[in-house]
């Protein structure tokens, strides 16, 4: 059986951008919005060479409503 | 006993919870371990001082002259304005560790003025500038400095000048434990009208943003009578309180929440934030604070305008009472916050008077008295509510424990174990909002004169399965819980349980035998950890005495090889000692404890020894200096003591403690074990004091150091040219102020000079000196140990005091003239100077300012100033304790009552108190 690595789920922020990322336990990363349900607004966010994301700790992670912890 | 007395009693039976409401808000939460989520662990910069007033907290609140319910979810403290600074003054501003010459310090003026034990009664001050408050500068100049000059303070700035000062006294009184009435009162010092703005704040600490579960609490305005502005705050564990401010005054509401845009670039999710209020008052902008009067963060915004030399007086009430019942109920009708509210103010003070009237000797002068009652009060307000799930936390940071994927955290890595959630004696609430282990047990020392459950409840805590280690180690700070502090609990443990004996007639045998089981676990972490060579010589690393060695002790040596260390090993003694005494307490009505003292007897001969034999003629005792150092083991197996002659080369005389000769007269098999014991190791008795030989009243001593040493180390220490000065025994001996130590070792020089004020150097930070200064802490334990060799040897063992004077005393006369000493730090003097202030001539001159006093970390070894942080009342508090101690013990009650005595005295004034009472 294949072992399905799973990520850690983290924040971010994207100063250039200001917007919040997130990364999913797949790994895949979203832009999610200051908005109240963020999570149901998200959009992907492709990170290239040189993006920037500054760790935000991870207690924010409350204030998105996302569907896993 | 006094109606103080009743409150305690009543909080001790949970008839009626008087602590639930205390000074438990911190005075610094940013810049702390908790609150640091970098990945390096650079806590002071990672949550500066500039964000704190737009970032939410994570696990505290922080605020100025503030209070909280013992769970902190629902916070009151004072916001000012003087139309001047660019911020509001919420919360108390210091320099970072980095940015200061001498390590982090708090650059305000603030005194913890009164406080009774409930906090029935609470008294702070806080002076305020009326000119914009110098921040850059204080910074900028302080930066520029080096480690040689002084800190710039914030007198230097000038800021003060011409009186041009706002003093801001803030009252508490209870009226019942969820009544509580407030009072601000306003001095313009200065020579011109002047305005300030005051904005009494309550506010919910932030738990529902960082929990998917956590309900919202929520503050609303409320209607209430004419002449009152009313908020409502509801939570759903706390339940409804009031907060009533007299006068129809404007209520500013924001949420206490983080503002993302100002801290992280990005967009709000609401328009109202942590600094909404802020922004309000000092920017104008209107939109920040919620038109809907409602939020989790709320302020009554007062505009006085105070007359040269007049003052203004502001009244609120923060109650469980609903405006309904408050206006039927509760005194006069119309009166806006109830009739009583000046009776029951008063009242309270006059209560507060009569408790410490009841606790002061009668013997110590006004000036005496007002130093104790300070103590006490600083004391009392530096408890916080500390809360900190380190499992969480590191979880929170990506170091979850159990994950296999995690990464290491900077700190505190290995006790995911913890969980705090407590209300605990701090040192210093800015400097030091943080529990030390060490720190805490000293602290017990003066609390348990006003509250002895109080002292008890600590030190139990800290043994608590959310505290201790698995392993059984004692937590010791937040920036790392791993390190080692001296191993003082158990001596704590022992002087609470007998002072709570003699004072209910009964000692509280559960808690003594729990608090045992637990350090039974401690010591033999001890034991297993820092005795490398299984020869019961121990190390233990810096130890809490940060710089006091030739290299930090802490870190691999450039020598290479390892410290034994005299200190740790006399800890290590004294532990030994204190345990045993447990032991034979316990031992007197369960026989399982006496082969526990009998153990703790045997390990204490094996340690005490270990120090006079170790390895021939490298022992840590030197004939010929006649005193106690570290040796230095090298790698190729050479061996050489570090001569340096410090607070360390006379711990190994603090380890001694007496015993009553016919303690464990019933359990002749243990005696005669232990004589088993010493013949079959003969070698033992010859390097210490011998341990069968009988003193006065047939006690024994358990003493490392025989009569010959102890005048040899005595010589020294009370020789005004090493350590005993003018304001207590330093810390280094002076001799190194011309002959200091110096060592090569990996083509470097090491040295340490006597230095009597500041470091000169980064270790440790660089905020704390061993190399000279007078340490409150340690000098207790100087004066216990004199006066156990007192109750031993009697009044026919003198010695000369000072060294060279010619003037001969007993032991008990030399622990009282070192406590004089110690004293004389806060008492006037002839001239009416207090040593404590240095040269500060504002707090030695103006009437403002010169009864105010501060306990410090340490202080001068030649001139008694304060130094390092300003307010810790923490251990300095012992001054209390020590006061008192010299104020009721005599020499003759501590030779026949040997350490029961002082217990006893005590006892007797609080069941003096009980009988007057009926």
Known sequence: MLAVRKHEVALFVDRSTRQWIVRDPEGNFWIVPSVENAWDHREPFHPVEDTDLEPIPGHYKYLFRLPFY | ?918
């Open chain 2, 1 to 918: 006993m006094t109606s103080e007395h009743d409150r305690l009693e009543a909080a001790r039976t949970q008839e009626l919870p008087w602590k639930k409401w205390g000074p438990y808000l911190s005075e610094r939460q940013w810049g702390t371990v908790r609150e640091d989520y970098s990945e390096g662990g650079d806590a002071w910069n990672y949550f500066s001082h500039d964000q704190a007033r737009s970032r939410a907290y994570r696990w505290g609140e922080d605020g100025l002259a503030g209070i909280s319910d013992d769970q902190q979810r629902l916070c009151f403290a004072l916001a000012l304005w003087n139309g001047k600074d660019a911020i509001l003054k919420e919360r108390l501003f210091g320099l970072t560790n980095n940015e200061s010459n001498h390590g982090e310090d708090v650059k305000e003026y603030y005194f913890y003025l009164d406080s009774t034990p409930t906090h029935s009664y609470l008294k702070y001050l806080y002076k305020y500038p009326q000119a914009a408050f110098p921040y850059a500068d204080l910074v900028e100049t302080s930066r520029r400095r080096s480690r040689n000059e002084f800190e710039y303070e914030l007198l230097d700035t000038g800021v003060f000048d011409e009186n041009r000062y706002f003093d801001c006294v803030v009252e508490y009184a209870k009226q019942t434990p969820e009544d509580i009435l407030i009072q601000i009162t306003i001095h313009n010092r200065g020579p011109e009208a002047a305005e300030l703005h005051v904005l009494p704040t309550l506010w919910f600490r932030n738990q529902w943003s960082w929990h998917a579960a956590s309900g919202r609490p929520i503050l609303r305005q409320v209607p209430g009578l004419p002449g009152q502005s009313v908020v409502q705050a509801v939570d759903p564990k706390l339940g409804e309180r009031y907060l009533y401010c007299l006068a129809d005054v404007p209520l500013l509401f924001t949420e206490n929440e983080t503002n993302t845009q100002r801290i992280f670039g990005v967009a709000n999710r609401t328009p109202y934030v942590k600094d909404g209020i802020n922004n309000c008052v000092v920017l104008g902008e209107a939109a920040a604070i919620n038109p809907q009067q409602t939020g989790t963060k709320a302020a009554a915004h007062y505009r006085l305008i105070v007359g040269p030399g007049q003052s203004e007086t502001i009244q609120l009430r923060l109650s469980d009472m609903a405006p309904a019942a408050l206006a039927s109920g509760n005194g006069r009708a119309g009166a806006p916050l109830g009739g009583q509210f000046e009776e029951v103010l008063e009242l309270r003070r006059n209560e507060a008077d009569d408790f410490y009237k009841a606790i002061t000797p009668g013997t110590l002068s006004a000036d005496e008295a007002n130093v104790m009652r300070q103590a006490l009060a600083g004391m009392l307000w530096t408890k916080q509510f500390y809360h900190y799930d380190v499992d969480k936390w590191l979880e929170e940071r990506g170091c979850d424990p159990f994950k296999a994927t995690r990464k290491a955290a900077p700190r505190n890595d290995h006790w995911h174990h913890m969980y705090n959630g407590d209300v605990i004696s701090m040192p210093d609430k800015w400097e030091y909002p943080w529990y030390a282990a060490w720190d805490l047990a000293f602290h017990v020392l003066p609390l348990t004169l006003v509250d002895p459950d109080f002292g008890k409840q600590q030190l139990k805590l800290m043994l608590r399965e959310r505290y201790i280690h698995p392993n059984g180690q004692i937590p010791a700070y937040e920036w790392n819980f791993g390190d080692v502090n001296p191993p003082v609990h158990a001596w704590a443990t022992i002087f609470t349980y007998r002072l709570d004996k003699a004072r209910q007639g009964e000692g509280d045998k559960e808690w003594l035998k729990s608090c045992f089981q637990k350090l039974l676990l401690n010591f033999t972490w001890w034991v297993n950890r820092k005795d490398r060579s299984g020869r019961n010589v121990f190390e233990g690393g810096f130890l809490g005495l940060d710089n006091i060695g030739v290299f930090d002790r802490s870190a691999p040596l450039p020598t290479g090889g390892y410290l034994e260390q005299a200190d740790g090993t006399a800890w290590m003694a004294l532990y030994c000692q204190n345990m045993l005494e447990i032991a034979i307490e316990l031992a007197m009505t369960e026989p399982d404890y006496a082969d526990m003292s009998l153990k703790f007897t045997e390990h204490f001969l094996w340690i005490a020894s270990a120090m006079g034999h170790m390895s021939g003629d490298t022992g840590m005792w030197d004939e010929e200096d006649g005193f106690y150092y570290d040796v230095l083991r090298l790698p190729d197996g050479g061996a050489q003591r570090l001569k340096v002659r410090s607070m360390v080369g006379l711990l190994p005389l603090c380890a001694a403690t007496t015993f009553e000769g016919d303690r464990l007269a019933k359990y002749p098999e243990i005696g005669e074990r232990f004589r088993r014991f010493l013949d079959a190791r003969p070698e033992l008795r010859t390097a210490i004091h011998d341990p069968l030989k009988n003193g006065v009243a047939g006690r024994r001593l358990a003493s490392i150091l025989d009569e010959t040493k102890l005048r040899r180390v005595l010589a020294k220490l009370l020789d005004e040219r090493e350590f005993l000065s003018d304001f207590g025994i330093r810390s280094l001996s002076r001799y190194h102020a011309d002959h200091p130590y110096v060592i090569q070792a990996s083509g470097q020089e090491y040295r340490v000079a006597y230095l009597p004020a500041e470091s000169d150097t980064g270790m440790f930070g660089g905020n704390s000196n061993w190399r000279g200064p007078i340490w409150m802490p340690v000098n207790l334990l100087v004066m216990r140990a004199l006066l156990q060799y007192y109750s031993y040897y009697g009044d026919a063992f003198t010695v000369e005091c000072p060294t060279g004077s010619g003037r001969q005393m007993n032991l008990y006369q030399v622990a009282e003239e070192i406590g004089r000493r110690l004293s004389n730090i806060f008492l006037q003097d002839g001239a009416g100077r207090r040593p404590v202030f240095g040269g500060a001539k504002k707090f030695q001159d103006d009437p403002h300012w010169r009864d105010y006093l501060l306990f410090y970390e340490y202080f001068h070894g030649d001139n008694g100033a304060g130094l390092g942080a300003s307010h810790q009342t923490g251990w300095t508090g012992v001054i209390a304790r020590i006061m008192h101690l010299f104020a009721t013990l005599t020499p003759e009650a501590a030779l026949s009552g040997s350490k029961t005595a002082y217990f006893e005295t005590e006892g007797r004034a609080a069941k003096r108190e009980a009988v007057g009472a009926r």
